[in-house]
């Protein structure tokens, strides 16, 4: 069994980026190597996402730790496939994560990844124009006012904490 940890380290002002260490020593601890890889964009996420998937091995993890668009990006590469999907949330609003009963706490998430008690959850299938015509959706689906909103938000100076929208 495979374990790879996709970071992004932009992620909750770079939270994740300096929690990145500690997650990779506990899942090392419970799981052997691990595989950690920065990205640098969402294209670099989304390829070494797609890579991950390619391969399909069974009873492999992928733990994403970043916030909903990291979470989004590994959703859409994994659904369906034999490969888990393991979430540290260290976004700044971790919607996902919050709807669906995970932990909010970094090393709360990393002792329910380590129970490595997988749960089945229900996604929302998108189709049309969008994503190639085709992309599952966890907890929300917009029209595009929310990246309008996302964008003044990351340029504001002050940062509003779980009430930012970033």
Known sequence: MTTRLLVNPAAGG?????LQPWVAAQLQRAFGDVDAVHTTSFQNADEALAEFAATDGEGDRVVVMGGDGMVHLGLNHL??????????????????????GLPSRVDDAI??????????????????????????????????YDA???RRTNRMTTMFGPLSYG
């Open 14 to 18: 770079g939270r994740a980026d300096r």
């Open 111 to 144: 002792r329910h990844i380590v129970a490595d008690q997988p749960t089945r959850i229900d996604l929302a299938e998108v189709t049309g124009a969008v994503y190639g015509g085709h992309c599952w959706a966890g907890c929300v689906v917009s029209t595009g």
């Open 79 to 100: 659904a369906g496939a034999r490969i888990r999907l393991a979430i540290v949330p260290s976004g700044t609003g971790n919607d996902f994560a919050s709807s669906v």
């Open 148 to 150: 309008i909103v996302n």
